[in-house]
Nanobody
Framework: QVQLVESGGGLVQAGGSLRLSCAAS????????IAWYRQAPGKQRELVAF???????DYVDSVKGRFTMSRDNAKNTVYLQMNSLKPDDTANYLC???????????????WGKGTLVTVSS
């Protein structure tokens, strides 16, 4: 089992910034990457970004240049720095543990509860 706990969500005006955190614990040997997903009301869950144990990161096109993932291995924590936020970024942001194979991220059934990000106009 892998436990994931997100934090850092909140209310911010358009153009502002937030940094989300995802702390991982438990049996992490079966995963090699952490990802952020988001789900807005009435929309399907969307993969936003991922980062591998080796530091390889990628992002959905809509957030490239605005969002950045990073790691603190000593704390078993990954971060999502979100800049130039837009109202369309409003969603529940969920942390997921999985595996990167080649250029594809494969989610495992390890999820945090989510942290809500609201971007006002």
């Amino acid at each position: 089992q892998v436990q994931l706990v997100e934090s850092g969500g909140g209310l911010v005006q358009a153009g502002g910034s937030l940094r989300l955190s995802c702390a991982a614990s438990g049996s992490t040997s079966s995963i090699n990457a952490i990802a952020w997903y988001r789900q807005a009301p009435g929309k399907q869950r969307e993969l936003v970004a991922f980062i591998s144990n080796g530091g390889k990161a990628d992002y959905v096109d809509s957030v490239k240049g605005r969002f950045t993932m990073s790691r603190d291995n000593a704390k078993n924590t990954v971060y999502l720095q979100m800049n130039s936020l837009k109202p369309d970024d409003t969603a529940n942001y969920l942390c997921n543990a999985g595996n990167l194979r080649g250029i594809f991220y494969y989610a495992m059934d390890y999820w945090g509860k989510g942290t809500l990000v609201t971007v006002s106009s």
